[in-house]
């Protein structure tokens, strides 16, 4: 018997993992993959920095379920990213619009540098850090449903959107022969991909769940939102910076714009707030710093410090007003702001890619409008409407097919007692917090 299992053993693992070898294609850098290893590790802690992040702007009866969606992420992404995800979006090409399964399981891998997408680099360390990109995505969208979706209809939502929404995606604009890579739009580190996609999602997830019964809320705990959001701009950096994929000006130069956006969107979410409001507020600033991390995304490989100061400012006006204007003017509950910040901010980024991108930065990349190449915001405009219209419509469908197995949204009276109780059998706060909640 023992030996019937050993052989069982052994056959699956000639057939799973045949070519996991020590062959490289290159020489591997140590400083390269130390730099993409450390970065990994940065853009993962943005995932639970989101969950603190939504965590405390979600009612006190909600921050269970919100943040275990993001933690759930995490793991169902993993899983499906090394079975097939990263082959989907990475290997191969089939008519430019989606990769195959040659590297499904990680096969054919090994662990070395494959001259593609990792010259310096082991494949593996590329497959890992853009893992980290396919779990962020799809957490970011939970923002624009919170406090209404039922865990299992979110689970199975995850799973189908990761395939068959950002797999594709994430091939179209970075792998090798994906139909926006050839046509030259510029994505350094995921504006369409990651925030387009995930805002426009988001969106069209908050209209088909419809409204929360209660949409005039504020965050129940801003500590927690402060410092989701610092977990969030500390790891941005392994966001853009890693995106160079190696140790060198471009990921300084990535670094540098990636902090200065962020600085001056925040101020100038936090000014126009002031202006209009009377007040500035703390969830402004930290909101206004998401968005101009969020716009510079896309840019940070192609642009200069000045122009992220502009993009920078631009996007904590126009996320502001989008938040607090916009969102209210046609009726929809985006929760949490999940479009109103990475759907817009997004939007803008890439837009902006196409102004303010120079080969003096990036001398692979390609000079925008302002350095006389009016076409790359033609080039970028398409992304963006490519992006909108895929990502809603799929995002459309999936929800529709898995409404007609099970209930997307929790009925008024679960939500009314709380998705913590009434999904997780937990509470956040075991110690008389209520008493202190002004959404109760």
Not at 224 to 239: E, I, Q, R, S, T
């Amino acid at each position: 018997m023992k030996k019937k299992i050993f052989i069982t053993l052994m056959f699956l693992l000639a057939v799973l993992i045949p070519n996991m070898a020590f062959a490289a294609t290159g020489k591997i850098d140590t400083g390269d993959t130390a730099f993409i290893l450390f970065s990994s590790a940065l853009v993962m802690i943005m995932t639970p920095g989101l969950a603190f992040f939504y965590g405390g702007m979600v009612n006190g009866k909600n921050v269970i379920s919100i943040m275990m969606q993001s933690f759930t992420i995490i793991a169902l992404v993993s899983v499906q990213w090394v079975l097939f995800g990263f082959s989907l979006s990475f290997s191969g090409d089939t008519y430019h619009l989606i990769g195959n399964l040659h590297w499904a399981g990680l096969n054919n891998i090994g662990l070395g540098p494959d001259g593609t997408y990792s010259s310096t680099i082991p494949l593996l360390a590329f497959m890992v850090y853009q893992l980290m990109f396919a779990i962020i995505t799809p957490a970011l969208i939970t923002g624009a449903f919170a406090e209404r979706m039922r865990f299992s209809a979110f689970i199975v939502f995850t799973l189908i959107w990761t395939t068959l929404v950002y797999d594709p995606l994430a091939h179209w604009v970075w792998g090798n022969g994906g139909w926006l890579k050839n046509l030259g739009a510029l994505d350094f580190a995921g504006g369409t991909v990651v925030h387009i996609s995930s805002g426009v999602s988001g969106l069209v997830a908050a209209l088909i769940l419809g409204k929360r019964k209660n949409t005039k809320m504020v965050p129940h705990h801003m500590p927690m939102v402060l410092m989701g959001a610092a977990f969030l701009w500390f790891g941005w950096f392994g966001f853009n910076a890693g995106s160079a994929l190696s140790v060198n000006g471009l990921a300084v130069n990535a670094f540098v714009v990636t902090n200065t956006a962020a600085a001056a969107a925040s101020m100038g979410w936090v000014l126009t707030e002031w202006k209009v409001s009377g007040k500035p507020t703390l969830l402004g600033a930290v909101s206004g710093a998401v968005a101009g991390l969020v716009a510079i995304t896309p840019a940070a490989g192609y642009v200069t410090a000045v122009s992220a100061i502009a993009i920078g400012v631009i996007s904590g006006i126009i996320c502001f007003t989008s938040v607090n204007y916009i969102k209210h003017k046609f009726g929809y509950d985006d929760s949490l702001d999940a479009f109103g910040i990475h759907g817009v901010g997004g939007t803008w980024g890439a837009l902006a890619t196409g102004l303010f991108a120079t080969k003096a930065i990036n001398p692979a990349g390609a000079n925008g409008l302002f350095y006389g190449n009016p076409n790359q915001l033609l080039i970028q405009l398409t992304g963006v409407v490519t992006t909108y219209i895929f990502a809603g419509l799929m995002s459309f469908i999936i929800l529709k097919f898995i409404s007609l197995f099970m209930e997307l949204r929790v009925t008024k009276e679960e939500e009314e007692l709380g998705l913590d109780i009434v999904e997780h059998g937990e509470e956040a706060y075991n110690i008389g917090f209520k008493a202190f909640d002004f959404n109760q």
